[in-house]
């Protein structure tokens, strides 16, 4: 949802309180660089941006999922770690 109108965050998804916001300091979450890699293809049905090996997006949701898809769009289940 990025350079959307209003603004990047609006309308607000529900994220279960995870959320990365990056660079708009309006909207709720945590503030900071995701460290994503180029667009590529990582294996599913669409380009996607991987996290960088020092992403704060690493293990920042709970091994529970917090409401996650028990799998990535490869098929790959989660939890990774």
């Known amino acids: 949802m990025a350079a959307n109108t209003p603004a990047n965050c609006v309308p607000k998804m529900s994220d279960g309180g995870h959320d990365l916001t990056f660079p708009d300091t309006t909207c709720p979450g945590a503030n900071v660089d995701p460290k994503l890699l180029s667009l590529a293809d990582n294996g599913g049905p669409t380009f996607t941006q991987a996290l960088g090996p020092l992403s704060p997006a690493i293990d920042a ?21």
């Open 61 to 81: 949701v709970p091994a529970t999922g917090a409401g996650c898809p028990a799998t990535d769009q490869r098929g790959v289940p989660r939890p990774q770690g």
